[in-house]
């Protein structure tokens, strides 16, 4: 028997953002959209263009998505203009895009509070917005606004926006609990009644999670017949944050009730690519992933009760509801680990060294990462420091140059004229081939002046480094309080378009950053074959 | 009409303790306890007597509580012993207590393969083990391991198991989906069928949330006819979690379609402790509590973008799905870029600071929050530095202290026993009342260094800032490469429980980070009414 399609529609970049304290950079937002296409969801949803310089340029710097339809989100046309005299959406429907998404007020309450129109006029700005979309080569959606409230209060005029969208060539008319208060039955019900007016295969579900019921909800709402859902990468969104995509996708591909129903875009080799994903965004939103979420958490398949611990060793189904490895997770059971060995053997492969499975050095090695994540290195983020590692613990890796000391002072004080003014300065000593050289430079904080003055003069090796750029930094704090520990991830480049990312953990941030660019320039030397000295 | 009683049995200190990092001293324990019971649930599971010596302390400390059953765990009597004949469940027996939850295999492999006894041996040990319960002034309750796994491999025996505890007078009998994987739909159909054979008001359900839905899928259970609720404080648990009672009994409260049917034992005056509660748990769990928490979470009713805002302050039912206040919670109108003035002026009302709408300072105030927040500030996590500006441009501050300078070193640099060692070391020139004071402090990097020298000698006003203390501190590097902003945030405590965050932008970590610590000792100073100089 066929199955019946299902599909995701991601809107982390624009509903995502709605979140407290989250703030996307134009290159954050292209790297999260790479990861979503790679994930093989069948919208992204970019951003607003038009609302803000962030969304504009990337709309405007539209790449091509293998999988992925890029949708841009906007609002209908003002009432009291028509569509082609309306500047605002004039631009929506000018922007680089393979979808629309149009938001709009289904419930009477708002549409006479907040926009301060009739009812008439609503329904009329959303019919000549999804026209005037379907008559451009872009697919028309509609999110309904509060459609469950708006339901509640005034079911006819609910379902006559859901309908005058359908009506006009809408791809999918999306039903949004924006206030994320209704529980799963009620999901159930009001979708259904939908479904009669809206066909299924034309209806979404977009829920958020206010009473912990987001993907209940979503699940409620296919049940009724809605065949698009909409949610974000981590469940990020405002308040509690949207329907999580990260738990959706695979209770959607792994639960026979449902995948022996449905399919959805993602191949099970991507499905072992989310936990990945799901880490990337922590990664760019510099937060530490949440240990407990769902099928991506570190601790989801993770055992501390002894009875637990040998049962699963005896046999994972027991006390596990899916295999990890199916969602690029791990199994961790505190007494033992047995796939820490294979797990570095496919990282070395991956890198091109070889290493033979009996060799002893491979337990060195794996000691060794083991023993540095437990005090705060994370080698998943720092492929060119794990690299050095394994090919210091496998091999040789010659050593360029020593660092013999440094010294970095940062001084605020009254300049000449009476100002208050910073300044950073830093003093390196290295030895490259018995020669010690002493460099001194200045930046606009400690790291920076330590780095100009260690990539200052590296003798021989001066000339390998020239083109060394540091791309990006990041801090992270893991422990609160005096014991705290700092990692810093260093993101490098050269002029031939290599990238490169470093790590380094100190109590010190001064420390564990120069050990990371210590990495960076080390890594580029043997990147670029220096001879040893 | 008069509606059916729910049952809350809260097992954060049975259950909640397998999560990984989760360790509760005996102290903790009470402390949870009395909170648990202030809250009004029903049954608190203590722990297991005899299996560890908190536990076992535990009960041999048994309190008085108002509302809840103090509940023992613990397992069946062995297989091949009389009930009177097992010293373990005989410890258990007579272990101080108003309940004992035993839990048992429902599933005939794990009997197999776990137990390595018959399937009768197991439905003997449940049913004389229930008895000795019964004979005793204790309630007996019988938690189903596996039960929903084992109700699809053999039907027949799970509902045995559940009905031979029943028949010896279990008042509970709780059906466990111990590996999260069940789905709310197969729960309800399942839970249902049991209900055939164990009435309702005799049924229990009790999920993990492995796949999210452990919320959805005890509501599932309640419409199937459970009548007892099993959960954690904010969903503590092993792996993903329990199912989280933080969520389930505001829900329970305030959604008409479950208030109106039933009625659990918690009042609405301890309802608005349910905020408290939750944070009282993180406290001791020494962690943030999850911003995103729904209903107790600091941004569970925050809004961020514009219009919304505007209609939240207009009318808080359009974008709220509760009062916030019912769980002890407060609404949240952030100040963000893209929020306008009645953001500013939702967060002077929650602050307590008086100002009027048509106040011209107030413009300044948005004006410097803009202009800031494009530099890389980020107030919405900073309440304390946006009350300090906040309060500085619309009255008076006392400039309590100045500083005049200061001086940061970290070296790194052989000692005298030929080891690589790093000093960190900071001096600090304060002005207060005409008198100067230059201190000096060291500390394991540059930041400490300098807290340590800036916190050392404020004159007249160290005694106010004696007990401030530095929880937490967070680094975020806003921009790539050479244009980087750095941005710190440090969260402070004192001694009578305040805790407060402030935030320091500039492309120089130290200066980014003084700003943040000075905001943070001026917050305190004002806080406890230092008196100007």
Redesign the interface.
Known sequence: MSKERLYLFDTTLRDGV????V?F?L?DKLLIAETLDALGVDYIEGGYPGANPVDTALFENKRLYKNAKFTAFGMTKRAGRSVSNDPGFQDLLNAECDAICLVAKTWD??VR??LGISNEENLDAISQSIRAIGETDREPLLDCEHFFDGYKADKEYALACAKAAYDEGARWVVLCD?????????IEDIVSDVAKVVPGDHLGIHTH????????NT??GI?AGARQVQGTLN?LG????NA?LT?IIP?LML?P??ADRFEIGVTPAQLRNLTHASRVLDEIL?RAPD?????V?E???????G??AS?IL??PA?????DPELVGNQRRV?VSNQGGKSNILGELERLGIKASKDDPRLDTLLAEVKSREATGYAYEGADASFELLARRTLGNVPRFFE????????????NAVGELV?I?EATVKVHVNGESMLSVGEG?????ALDTALRKDLGKYQAFIEDL?????????LT???D?V?RVLV?SRDRAGARWFTVGV??????AS?EALLDSINYKLIRDGAPAP
């Open positions: 709605q979140t407290i304290g703030d950079s290159e309450y708002h509070v907040a924006t206030n994320g208060g209704t529980l799963p039955t009620e999670n206010d009473t912990e019921n987001a993907v209940a699940l409620a049940r469940g405002e308040r509690c944050g999580n738990s209770t639960k009730e449902l510099n240990r407990h979420a769902p099928y958490g601790s989801a398949f993770a055992t501390k009760a009875i637990h049962a005896k046999d027991t006390y596990e509801h899916i505190l660092v013999d000391s440094f010294r970095v002072m940062v001084e605020r004080r009254h910073t950073s606009n904080g400690p790291i920076n750029e540091l791309v990006d930094y990041k801090v992270r704090i609160g309080g005096s705290a700092t993101e100190s109590p010190n941030i001064v420390d120069f």
